[in-house]
């Protein structure tokens, strides 16, 4: 059964930092895209970053450039998301989501991505 676990949100201040976890079960996620997606209250859903294992691709949505860091341990079967200096803007649900299907990127468009977590809150104070 695939399943994603988010884990790591909570309350941070501007300028601090924070790592969200995202952890697959019921699949290895060698050989998919994982993507950090978030939604704000009266916002619609967004994304954040995205990986490819076996290519190392990485994109990152321009708010976030510089400043967030997604990477994965394929051995603990996890990936992760690092805020750095977020800003009030950020607070948000995030949502880590695994594309099944093999490619050389990966794109910020929820559409794609067939399996969902349940999302973890990230609060960013200023």
């Known amino acids: 059964q695939f399943q994603l676990v988010e884990s790591g949100g909570g309350l941070v201040q501007s300028g601090g930092s924070l790592r969200l976890s995202c952890e697959a079960s019921?699949?290895?996620?060698?050989?998919?895209?994982i993507g950090w997606f978030r939604q704000a209250p009266g916002k619609e859903r967004e994304g954040v970053s995205c990986v490819r294992s076996t290519e190392g691709f990485t994109n990152y949505a321009d708010s976030v450039k510089g400043r967030f860091t997604i990477s994965r341990d394929n051995a603990k079967n996890t990936v992760y998301l690092k805020m750095d200096n977020p800003n009030p803007e950020a607070t948000a649900v995030y949502f880590c989501a695994a594309e099944v299907g093999f490619g050389a990127m990966c794109l910020l468009v929820s559409d794609d991505y067939d399996y969902w977590g349940h999302g973890t809150q990230v609060t960013v104070s200023s």
């Open positions: 019921g699949f290895t996620l060698d050989y998919y895209a």
